[in-house]
């Protein structure tokens, strides 16, 4: 499809849901790069919006005391830089730091989107997250 001209985040509507919920389905996404589920009552949802469609979701949540974030976007939308884009303006505007966000070891994809935000390998949070149950493939990042 290419680049979109415009991505955009908007506080996500009970309307936005079933479409999320489809794009999810149809791209077989657990829940972007981490493996928290965005319907566990995140503390800040937005939907994603690439030239007036929606293509995803990004949120922020809590998790042991940290401020986590999340993205997805629809499969067919992947090599289109909306996740980077999505996720630049949603952490621009949060309002605290660090924030961290969690990905499967072997999602290179997910990884270079968060490595050009800055987020950075958070070698404190291993014991941590597995102590929470997250899989042990699972990597966590940090952006300070």
Not at 10 to 28: E, K, V
Not at 61 to 67: I, K, N, Q, T
């Amino acid at each position: 499809m290419g680049e979109p001209h415009v991505v955009s985040l908007r506080a996500t509507r009970d309307t936005d849901l079933d479409i999320l919920n489809l794009i999810t389905r149809d791209a077989g996404i657990a829940a972007g790069p981490t493996s928290a589920t965005l319907g566990s009552d995140p503390a800040d949802r937005r939907t994603i919006r690439a030239d007036g469609e929606i293509v995803g979701d990004v949120a922020r949540w809590h998790e042991a005391g940290c401020a986590f974030v999340s993205y997805r976007v629809d499969g067919a939308r992947r090599d289109d830089g909306i996740a980077g884009r999505a996720l630049r303006l949603f952490v621009e505007v949060l309002d605290e730091r660090p924030v961290r966000a969690r990905v499967a070891a072997g999602d290179t994809g997910s990884i270079r989107v968060l490595e050009r935000l800055g987020f950075e390998p958070d070698a404190a949070w291993p014991t941590a997250a597995i102590a929470l149950g997250a899989p042990d493939d699972d990597v966590v990042y940090l952006l300070a």
